[in-house]
């Protein structure tokens, strides 16, 4: 049996679509979501799904091994952040070499890097008039949106489209695509 560990900071769609992308495949599954949020709406989700979930806070998070400890004792084969907003601290990333990836809502290294979450990339892909979009899944360093790539899909930006309309050609790209190269990566 392969492990995932979750973590969200919000709605949790993109958490939710790869539970349920892993519900009917017997060797994977989706162990514990984890959120630093405690009002996020992942935490409705994981409850319908019944999936076990851990909100923590940031100093638990940065400065002690309590999540790390969490993880380990999971045996977690893989961690993905779908919407996770707290940069993880060193201790996280060096119990999990080479074992975190990312999604990004665009095309990096393009509309990247802190600040850049949510709505401000789809606003900031609008305001800039770029003609496509996209996502990238990366692995993670102790950077934002800095480790290598892993894939990337495009999506077209039409001049009349809103940071609305790019968030949802987005989340499709995110719910096709991301389970997938999760489990290509497990
Ligand atoms: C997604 O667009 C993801 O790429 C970004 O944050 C958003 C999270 O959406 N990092 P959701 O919480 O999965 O609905």
Do not use: W
Not at 42 to 58: C, E, M, Q, T, Y
Not at 166 to 175: D, G, M, N, P, T
Request: include cysteine; hydrophobic fraction near 45%.
């Amino acid at each position: 049996m392969k492990r995932v560990a979750v973590f969200a900071s919000g709605s949790g769609s993109n958490a939710e679509n790869i539970v349920r992308y892993f519900m009917d495949k017997p060797n994977i599954e989706v162990s514990i979501i984890l959120t630093n949020n405690p009002n996020a709406f992942v935490l409705d989700r994981a409850k319908s799904l019944n999936i076990p979930s851990l909100v923590f806070n940031r100093a638990d998070f940065s400065k002690t091994d309590k999540i790390v400890d969490v993880l380990i004792e999971k045996k977690i084969d893989l961690i993905v952040l779908a919407g996770f907003l707290l940069l993880l601290p060193p201790r996280l990333i060096d119990a999990f070499p080479n074992k975190i990836v990312n999604i990004h809502p665009a095309l990096l290294p393009k509309f990247g890097g802190k600040g850049m979450y949510g709505m401000n990339v789809h606003n900031a892909v609008v305001e800039n008039k770029e003609k496509e979009s996209g996502i990238t899944i990366h692995m993670v360093n102790e950077k934002f949106d800095d480790g290598k790539i892993v894939f990337q899909a495009k999506c077209v930006v039409e001049e009349s489209d809103t940071a609305e309309d790019v968030a949802e050609k987005i989340h499709k790209l995110e719910y096709e695509h991301f389970p997938k190269i999760v489990e290509q990566l497990l």
